[in-house]
């Protein structure tokens, strides 16, 4: 995949992660890509399906492997590629690691709950069974600011 | 609660666990209570969902957050415990975690796949920030032997 195409894709993630910051979501957003195709975008649905688990990644995986059912391939088996705005959590990165996902972009560090450089370093241990390719960086300046902006609105609330 | 409560509820994880066995599916399973009623009881569903993420603890965590939306209160303040009859997987463990379940009871452990006394070691984490009581042991011989039965019998084919 080009540098154009990533660069394309992970603005979309920054799309769908303004449009959670719009309803009320921490400003989260993530895609899902197969064969140059966009299969899924989200951004976080916590407060608005009142569940805790609704991270757009979550939602993106959920629905991609829906997509599949009547491919009759499992996500696992379909080389797909992961766009997100934040580093994963460690839910989240287990996650990707479960479904197989080829290649990991996300944008922004997340040192508080961040669980790929930080935290429970997910892809590191003995029981993570596969390891994506891990990119990171792209859009970061502009998702980090999405999350300040969001946080300095909530904080004067 | 009384120690005849958690086995009761246990015992129930077992049942959903045998059943998802039936099922073609790794056998575990997971109950979540609150105020002493089953809200939410499942066996995996990897297979019959095409959907790796289908994990017994995340079906029972979705439907107990869908539970609670018409009582308009989110499962993190709702005091809710699980019962699973295998230590959480590291997705599972962090997904506990950011639910806030109260009690977490699990039969087996999960020395190549578990996220809490192995690996990420999630709730030992910085980045974990709710840690549930732990309760690991009831029901383990019975949840080792359904986990070691299914998986001589795949060796078999």
Do not use: W
Request: aromatic fraction near 8%; hydrophobic fraction near 40%.
């Amino acid at each position: 995949m080009e540098n154009n195409n990533q660069k394309f894709f992970m603005d979309i993630a920054i799309e769908e992660a303004k449009i959670a910051g719009l309803n009320g979501e921490v400003p989260i957003g993530a895609v899902t890509v197969m064969n140059n195709e966009v299969i899924a975008k989200s951004g976080n649905k916590m407060q608005n399906l009142n569940n805790p688990l609704m991270h757009a990644e979550i939602i993106v995986l959920n629905e991609t492997s829906e997509f599949l059912i009547n491919k009759g391939i499992s996500i696992r088996h379909a080389k797909v590629d992961l766009f997100t705005t934040l580093e994963p959590c460690t839910m989240c990165a287990y996650a990707i690691s479960l479904c197989r996902i080829r290649n990991l972009y996300y944008a922004a560090d997340d040192p508080k709950g961040g669980g790929v450089n930080f935290g429970s370093k997910v892809f590191e241990q003995g029981t993570c069974h596969h390891k994506p390719n891990i990119h990171r960086g792209l859009n970061r300046k502009i998702s980090e600011n999405l999350l300040k902006e969001f946080f300095k609105v909530l904080r004067k609330k």
